[in-house]
């Protein structure tokens, strides 16, 4: 099979895979929202920042470094697997022993037992790192759906299950433990090896050397997310950092759904064509341009009807929250552009390119959060709008000189669909308002089809590409089905 039709069947298994586990994860949320309270939420966010921060120590950049790599011998996976267990030993116990100090910064008794709990994920998160690369770097993400969506659909009842009988936030906690236990097991029957007590430190070296930059990186963009809500817990209170948590884990599921099913497969696919720049630069083109395509009109038409969105889906106690959603809707905006541009310096090996932009915007990200958040909720809000667009210049600045697409470039490419999907956002609003007072699934009904016409009408008359981009790949798609 040719690389093409490789990675053609990778984005569609990816994409049904981040469906159904996401959607999964999205309805057994929504259902969450009305048994488990926003101060609830907001506990789970303060131990988010310590968790993913100890959590990516167990990684280190392994399972990037892994994909990079032509061949996977059994030494290698061996190697890899006492490595990034042994790493998660050591996180989980620092874990347990700081869990006091954090239960005292919060004010919070309540966080010592709960991130001693959470924090078992790690130990099995570890387990999962070398027979998830070799799955991902063979482009086998069929097996990775039949693991993914299985675990989620398991811990999801379980958590529903306890959320119920009035379980709070330790139904968030087991959802969070069993989705990693369920997950580590049904990897393991799917892997094709088992580890032996076999360790070469010289090939586990040449991971470091290119791993540590992106677990650094990686590490910086995950303190800089969760910041934002553990910074909300600590100044503004539970409730808050519980609304913020919340509806940025929306988002994440609605950007995730395209953006992180692409990113997957294109990594380990286009990391076998990384010396023929000109098919980098047409296949990210191709990539921008039909994420925003399909993610700009959601996100603004999302926007205009974030309050009535809100009355359908979610119990009166998470109606302040709209508004964190609909200011998010704009912040994610540019979230695709972000997205691409990395993927392009990972593909080209270029780790310590990835390390100094992470600085950099985790310093533009914590300057604008300190000076926000004295000023409240809302302050904080039209912040990650400012972050955004900072850090689309540094993101971008490096795909000129790497593969010649520079940030004009990609303005040009991305801007008449932005303004396409502004306008879309627009229509809806105006007939929210207009129809204020009525049923709102009626509002979000007419609101919805007004603005997803007039989208579909302007990218006709401005003749815009990505309607033949998309077809075309529906084509290739059929094609390989067939």
């Given at each position: 099979m040719s690389l093409a039709d490789s990675t053609i069947r990778g984005v569609i298994w990816n994409f049904l895979e981040m469906l159904l586990r996401r959607g999964l994860v999205a309805l057994t949320t929504l259902v969450?929202?009305?048994?488990?309270?926003?101060?609830?939420?907001?506990?789970?966010?303060?131990?988010?920042?310590?968790?993913v921060v100890l959590g990516g120590l167990m990684d280190a950049g392994l399972k990037e470094a892994l994909i990079r790599r032509r061949h996977l011998s059994l030494r290698l996976l061996n190697t890899t697997f006492w490595a990034s267990l042994g790493l998660g030993g050591i996180a989980y116990t620092l874990l347990f022993s700081v869990a006091p100090w954090i239960s005292e910064f919060y004010s919070q008794p309540s966080l010592v037992v709960l991130l001693r709990t959470a924090g078992l994920?790690?130990?099995?998160?570890?387990?999962?790192?070398?027979?998830?690369?070799?799955?991902?770097?063979?482009?086998?993400?069929?097996?990775?759906?039949?693991?993914?969506?299985?675990?989620?659909?398991?811990?999801?009842?379980?958590?529903?299950?306890?959320?119920?009988?009035?379980?709070?936030?330790?139904?968030?906690?087991?959802?969070?433990?069993?989705?990693?236990?369920?997950?580590?097991?049904?990897?393991?029957?799917?892997?094709?090896?088992?580890?032996?007590?076999?360790?070469?430190?010289?090939?586990?070296?040449?991971?470091?050397?290119f791993g540590y930059k992106l677990f650094l990186s990686n590490l910086i963009a995950l303190i800089v997310r969760n910041a934002v809500p553990s910074m909300l817990g600590k100044f503004l209170g539970s409730t808050y950092a519980g609304y913020y948590y919340f509806v940025d884990k929306i988002m994440e599921v609605i950007m995730g759904q395209l953006v992180y099913s692409v990113q997957n497969v294109t990594y380990p696919s286009l990391s076998k064509i990384s010396k023929d720049t000109g098919r980098l630069r047409e296949a990210y083109r191709k990539s921008i341009e039909i994420m925003v395509f399909l993610l700009g009109p959601m996100l603004m038409i999302g926007a205009g009807l974030a309050d009535q969105l809100f009355e359908i889906a979610f119990s009166s106690a998470w109606l302040p929250a709209s508004e964190a959603f609909r200011w998010l809707c704009f912040a994610y905006l540019l979230y695709p552009i972000h997205a691409i541009n990395l993927n392009v310096i990972k593909v080209l090996g270029r780790s310590d390119l990835f390390l100094w932009l992470e600085l950099l915007k985790a310093a533009l990200a914590i300057g604008v959060l300190s000076f926000a958040i004295p000023w409240g909720f809302q302050a904080v809000l039209f912040?990650?709008?400012?972050?955004?667009?900072?850090?689309?210049?540094?993101?971008?600045?490096?795909?000129?000189?790497?593969?010649?697409?520079?940030?004009?470039?990609?303005?040009?490419?991305?801007?008449?669909?932005?303004a396409c999907a502004v306008m879309a956002g627009f229509f809806a609003y105006i007939v929210a308002d207009f129809l204020v007072g009525n049923r709102p699934a009626y509002i979000v009904l007419l609101g919805g089809s007004a603005g997803l016409t007039a989208y579909i009408l302007l990218c006709f008359m401005f003749r815009l590409r990505a309607w033949k981009l998309i077809l075309n790949s529906l084509r290739g798609i059929i094609k390989v089905g067939a």
């Open positions: 969450l929202s009305y048994f488990v309270s926003p101060a609830d939420f907001g506990l789970l966010s303060m131990l988010s920042l310590f968790l994920s790690i130990i099995f998160n570890a387990m999962q790192i070398a027979p998830a690369a070799r799955l991902t770097q063979a482009l086998d993400f069929k097996g990775l759906m039949r693991i993914s969506f299985p675990a989620a659909a398991i811990s999801s009842a379980l958590a529903l299950l306890l959320a119920c009988f009035g379980a709070g936030v330790w139904a968030l906690i087991i959802q969070t433990l069993a989705a990693s236990v369920v997950s580590t097991i049904l990897i393991w029957r799917l892997a094709g090896w088992r580890p032996v007590r076999q360790i070469d430190c010289k090939p586990l070296v040449a991971l470091y050397r912040g990650q709008i400012v972050i955004s667009f900072l850090c689309f210049f540094p993101n971008a600045m490096y795909s000129k000189p790497l593969i010649g697409y520079s940030a004009i470039d990609q303005l040009r490419d991305t801007l008449p669909y932005y």
